[in-house]
């Protein structure tokens, strides 16, 4: 089915799964921008929304299902007839159509969400794969809380709805439950142990409970998945999902797993800040990739072995995801090959008796005020040296 076994296919779902998120509701023309920037972006699938929840979600999904041309465009239902119909409906006008329909998977949802059996869950998956490839060729089927399913019962579940049509299974760990390597083997497992698992693409739809959603991913990428799905800056339900951008750059910085997507990683920065305005939720200054942070070096040592050579302490360069620039940042930690960095920058020269000198009384300044900036340099210059012409 894979033209290219070592392709993985980046899924979308900042526009359904990470608008979830209190306070974030998007309007139409807002996800019809970011759709585009998406496409732009090189993703794969766009998960539009949930048609069945809503006339606003259903209406979206239309839009944006007009709004773009290469990616697929995908909406989520529940394994009901009503939720399907609504999403072949809002799916009409897509290039490439996807229906993402599902159940839960773990004897926790079977019992107290679906008050069910096993056998009857099973039934009610297959179902509703059947039921959705009237509609569209392209079918996922989500196995929801497939991370504390039963794993014998959730390779029973796959092969079915597999046999029954579906082209994706997605692998939740819903909850953000699983350890890397038990996601990772449950991932082998069903590759290893599900006879018609060559007919589908497996995908790995991970939470960030713990903080595992991007380890888990990659471990899920390890063992034979070759979907991901997540969000711009990792947001989504409670802690959220995993970050598209972390997971794309391990794959470009790791090349020894031999795995590649599509992706134009230079977009990432300013499409991180169109969702973080867009959502009106702040990116934290330590994330990584898209931080304000991910390129500042402010302790004296690394920046002395950044200026040195900047691959002592950055792995990845800024402009390989559209960060402006790497910087070195002023505080009462830096040292004299940092000041002497940003002096130079300004025009100044200095030699070692000199830059002893005004790094004595940089240290000064810097204990009294947090962020040294230029005008703060000049200060400390006036009457000391005159600036080179």
Do not use: W
């Not at 944006?64 to 809002?90: G, Y």
């Not at 589908?200 to 960030?208: P, R």
């Not at 002023?330 to 002096?343: D, E, N, V, Y």
């Amino acid at each position: 089915m894979l033209h290219d076994p070592n392709r993985v296919y980046v899924f979308d779902t900042t526009l359904r799964d990470g608008e979830q998120v209190p306070g974030c509701q998007l309007t139409t023309p807002e996800k019809i921008e970011i759709a585009r920037e998406l496409e732009s972006l090189g993703i794969d699938i766009i998960e539009a929304g949930f048609p069945a929840s809503s006339p606003g979600d259903f209406q979206s999904v239309v839009e944006i299902a007009k709004a773009v041309t290469n990616p697929t465009v995908c909406a989520l239902t529940r394994a009901h007839q009503k939720d399907i119909d609504a999403a072949a409906e809002a799916l009409k006008y897509a290039k490439h159509p996807r229906i993402h329909t599902g159940i839960g998977s773990s004897d926790m949802h079977i019992r107290t969400k679906f008050n069910s059996t096993r056998e009857e869950i099973l039934e009610r998956a297959v179902a509703a794969v059947k039921y959705a490839k009237k509609f569209v060729e392209d079918i996922e089927f989500y196995a929801e809380d497939a991370g504390r399913a039963d794993i014998h019962y959730l390779a029973l579940m796959v092969e079915s709805v597999i046999a029954a049509g579906a082209t994706v299974v997605n692998i939740p760990d819903t909850n953000g439950y699983c350890l890397p390597d038990q996601y990772g083997s449950k991932i082998r497992f069903l590759k290893e142990n599900v006879k018609n698992i060559d007919k589908a693409i497996i995908s790995v739809h991970c939470h960030n409970d713990l903080g595992l959603a991007t380890a888990n991913s990659v471990a899920g990428l390890q063992n034979g998945a070759r979907q991901i799905e997540g969000t711009i800056n990792g947001i989504g339900e409670r802690a959220g999902n995993t970050s598209i951008e972390e997971v794309v750059m391990i794959l470009k910085t790791h090349h020894d797993l031999g795995l590649h997507t599509n992706i134009n990683t230079k977009q990432f920065y300013e499409l991180s800040r169109m969702v973080s305005t867009q959502m009106r939720m702040p990116v934290q200054p330590n994330k990584a990739i898209v931080g304000a942070n991910a390129f500042a070096h402010s302790s004296g040592i690394h920046q002395d072995g950044f200026l040195k050579n900047r691959e002592n302490y950055e792995i990845i360069r800024p402009e390989d995801v559209g960060f402006p620039s790497a910087s070195i940042v002023l505080t009462a930690r830096s040292g004299r090959h940092a000041l002497k960095f940003h002096l130079e920058r300004l025009g100044y020269t200095l030699n070692k008796e000199e830059l002893a000198d005004a790094y004595a009384r940089f240290l000064t300044l810097a204990d009294s005020k947090l962020n040294i900036d230029d005008e703060d340099l000049k200060g400390l210059m006036v009457g000391q040296l005159a600036k080179v012409q």
